[in-house]
């Protein structure tokens, strides 16, 4: 493409750091809620790790944190050793755009595009136009994910484990250093699940993208390199 890309950073170095990250909801109010207590957390550059907890533990609301979908209310959040508690609008969805990729349980694709056209839509939102290079960068994604005869076709129109593969190659299409995947096989049946899980785990291996993964599913965190449990807003295991 022709968008300058984002330095990749060093193989270990941490791309995550959270320190003492907390989360209140009504803030000073009757009911004030904090729903993560004070997390310390670092993720590096090309880890493969799971987020695992009972549900109403914290992890959608520390996955919307890191993914720059929300603020922490205390506490101190770097992604790529940039302090992202001072940065504005405009800078944090620049940062949303280059450095992060998401993928989420129900794939929240555009129905009435292309599957070509969905993953083209990073490149739309950042730069206004996809270029030949964004559109042949999209076509290969699609390769890699083994929709090369589905490119034209709506995303309305692909099964469930199609689509999510559509959403896998969409997360990619900026190249971003980390995606963020939030029950990413939780829709799907085992043998689409175990699919998806091994495109991750090949991207992760192959272009060095780093991956953290919401699940539900015990085998499927089984299989990942590291696995953070959050119980009650507390990290139970790192």
Do not use: W
Request: net charge negative.
């Amino acid at each position: 493409m022709s968008e300058t890309r984002v330095a990749a950073l060093p193989e270990g170095q941490a791309l995550v750091r959270l320190q003492g990250v907390r989360k209140t909801y009504n803030a000073g109010t009757p009911i004030e809620t904090e729903v993560l207590h004070g997390i310390d957390l670092s993720l590096a550059a090309g880890e493969f790790a799971a987020l695992i907890g009972p549900s109403g533990s914290g992890k959608s609301t520390l996955l919307n944190i890191i993914g720059l979908l929300e603020p922490a209310s205390a506490g101190s959040y770097q992604l790529a050793g940039r302090e992202v508690s001072a940065l504005d609008d405009a800078v944090l969805t620049r940062e949303r755009l280059d450095r992060l990729g998401f993928i989420f349980q129900f794939h929240h694709l555009l129905p009435a595009f292309t599957a070509l056209e969905n993953v083209s839509m990073p490149a739309l939102i950042r730069s206004g136009r996809v270029d030949a290079a964004g559109r042949e960068r999209a076509a290969h994604l699609l390769r890699e994910v083994g929709l090369e005869k589905a490119m034209d076709k709506k995303s309305s129109a692909l099964s469930g484990g199609m689509q999510q593969r559509v959403a896998i190659a969409r997360a990619l299409m900026l190249n971003p250093p980390l995606v963020l995947a939030d029950e990413p096989t939780g829709n799907l049946d085992t043998a689409s699940s175990s699919a998806i899980f091994e495109m991750m785990r090949r991207f992760n291996r192959e272009a060095g993208t780093a991956f953290l993964i919401v699940t539900h599913d015990p085998r499927i965190a089984d299989r990942c390199d590291r696995v953070i449990e959050l119980i009650d807003g507390q990290l139970a295991q790192v």
